[in-house]
Structures are given as C-alpha cells and as structure tokens.
C-alpha cells in the first residue's frame, strides 16, 4: 500500500516564477492538506482541499493556490515566487468521511527560491 | 483547538524508555491528543493519538491524565533511529480542521 507521494523531491526557482508542486494521496483517502515548513520551524498550515474543493485555510496569501482533481491527488501552486517562500512543502492525506482524520504526510518537496 | 507546552529538548540513552510529557491544560471535551514526530528533513510521521483512555500502537504508548490536562508519550525502548522533534497537538477530529504545529520536543537518543 503506497503512501503518500510528492514531486519533484527538490526545485530550484527564481524570484517572480511560478511553481507546482503534486501529492498524491494514501490509498482510500480523500482528502489532501498542504503546510509549509520554514527552516527551524515547525510545519504552518496553507490549505485543505476536500470534493475538489478548498474547504479551510490557513493564513497565506492568495498567491498561494491549489487544485485537487477526480482521483484525489493534488497540486500547490505558488506565483510570483519570493525569497521567503523557500521552506520545505509538505502534503497529507486523510480520510474525511472516516471516524478518525488523521493525517499522514508525504516527504516533502524543498524549494529553493534564488 | 487547545495550545500544548512541551520541553525544548531531552536526551535519553539508547534501549531505554523515552518519556516525553506534553501539557495541555486548556484542553475541552472533545478535543484528541495526537503525537507525530519528524526526523531530520524528512515529513512528520503519526505516532499515535487517544482522547482520555491510555493508548498503545507497536510504536509508542500514551498515557492521559484523569483530567486530561497533561499526556505523556512513551517509547519503550529507544534506539538511535528515534532521535526526532516529537510534536504533541491536540485537535478535534472529524473537524477538517488543520494541524497546529508548535516547537516540539526535540529527543537525541545517545548510545
């Protein structure tokens, strides 16, 4: 059973580009949720998407963007790239219509933004 | 969601237990304690989670207090692949709510 899968592993990006991160969800599970890990930090909470929708965020700006599609799997986007954006991005997963939500995260894409 | 204070940093000897408190003395009746902890680089792996009763999984042990205001996380016998920043959250389930990271608790086990 495959857990939760992110790509690409490492992005080096200039200031002002865009990024797209991808998840792909654990087995059975729904629902994917989006956090940024700032070096030294502990994980912060961007969004969670649910039904192809976004149903919670956190406090990011709106270049901060997301998509999830039919098979659950989901993407971050990131435009107008800024130095502070370089962090570790993590995705989870979680089953939504289960008694228990827990969540379970990917490895992580590390962005570098030069 | 309720705010948990956890020590900065512990060290523990390998093979030993590893006992790692969280205080949660704001937390109300429907809210879970959930531990994860996150090894060097890598994303935060689930460890365990319980509402009042103590719980056990092949990784760890929780154990709550009767009023539900501190918890303790036990690994039974440590050993140096657990050194690791161990987060304590305490969250309502069912919620989709997000999961709020504080500092942790960052164990180095020692050989």
């Known amino acids: 059973d495959a857990g939760v899968t992110q790509s690409p592993t490492h992005l080096i990006k200039t200031r002002g580009q865009q990024v797209t991160l991808r998840c792909s969800p654990k087995s059975g599970h729904d629902t994917v949720s989006w956090y940024q890990q700032a070096l030294g930090q502990g994980p912060q909470f961007i969004f969670q998407y649910y039904e192809e929708e976004e149903r919670q965020r956190g406090n990011f700006p709106d270049r901060f963007s997301g998509h999830q599609f039919p098979n659950y799997s989901s993407e971050l986007n990131v435009n107008a790239l800024l130095l502070g954006d370089s962090a570790l991005y993590l995705c989870?997963?979680?089953?939504?219509?289960?008694?228990?939500?827990?969540?379970?995260f990917g490895p992580g894409t590390r962005l570098l933004v030069l | 969601d309720a705010k948990t204070t956890q020590p900065t940093s512990m060290d523990c000897a390998e093979g030993r237990a590893a006992n790692l408190p969280c205080n949660h003395s704001?937390?109300?009746?429907?809210?879970?304690v959930y531990w994860y902890r996150q090894i060097h680089s890598q994303g935060p792996q689930y460890i365990i989670h319980g509402l009042k009763n103590n719980e056990t999984n092949e990784m760890a042990s929780l154990i709550i207090t009767e009023d539900r205001k501190s918890s303790t996380l036990i690994l039974p016998h440590a050993t140096l692949r657990d050194t690791a920043v161990y987060y304590c959250i305490v969250r309502v389930t069912n919620s989709g709510y997000a999961l709020n990271f504080g500092k942790g608790t960052s164990l180095l086990v020692t050989p």
């Open positions: 989870a997963s979680s089953w939504t219509s289960g008694v228990q939500e827990t969540q379970y």
């Open positions: 704001t937390i109300s009746g429907n809210e879970y």
